[in-house]
């Protein structure tokens, strides 16, 4: 049986993802590398599903992290929603490039769910202009098919009550190295 892709749940014809092959001249051949390849780049949140930090395997000079938030998003990926999670962390890390992560997205045919997610992003950061020049680059697209993406608060951190009648800001989750998790400062 062949397994149901982000493209295939979304109505969508499954593309060829070049980001995907260049992503295996570099080991990363799976999903689940591209995840952990992601962790490793600080994605700490996620870091509990694989049980270990990961050690980073490519530098970022040689495959971004604009590409490697795009292929985590690719609608030629497997669907899977813990995958969009990880890939909508690695899209707001603060070091990208809005124009970069437009033309990947477009050219991997993932420009609707980047969209998506930079939607959330501008509702939950309105003041960040990383988001609104994010979706000022990306194509108009109809919106996608309802309960295939993730809800826009998987995206972000809502810590709740904090103290009384306090409650705590929400926050976009982002990539980090904390030292504390074995990473360099």
């Known amino acids: 049986m062949q397994t149901e892709t982000l493209a295939h749940k979304l109505g969508f014809t499954t593309p060829v993802s070049r980001l995907r092959e260049v992503a295996k001249r570099f080991g990363l051949v799976t999903e689940d590398d591209l995840v952990e390849e992601a962790v490793a780049r600080g994605c700490f949140h996620f870091m509990q599903r694989l049980g270990h930090p990961p050690a980073q395997r490519v530098a970022e000079s040689d495959f971004s ?7 985590l998003l690719s609608i030629a990926n497997r669907y899977e929603p813990w995958l969009i999670r990880v890939g ?11 124009e970069k992560l437009a033309h990947l997205a477009v050219s991997e045919q993932s420009e609707a769910v980047v969209r998506e997610i930079a939607s959330a992003g501008a509702r939950y ?18 919106p996608l098919k309802s309960g295939v993406m993730p809800h826009h608060t998987r ?25 504390g998790l074995g990473y360099a400062a």
């Open 155 to 179: 995206f972000v951190s809502i810590p709740g009550l904090i103290g009384p009648k306090t409650y705590g800001l929400v926050k976009w989750l982002r990539p980090q190295k904390p030292a």
């Open 125 to 142: 950061e309105p003041q960040t202009r990383f988001w609104s020049e994010l979706l000022s680059l990306l194509p108009e697209a109809e």
């Open 88 to 98: 909508a962390m690695l899209l707001g890390h603060p070091g990208n490039e809005a």
């Open 65 to 71: 992290n604009e590409e490697l938030a795009i292929a």
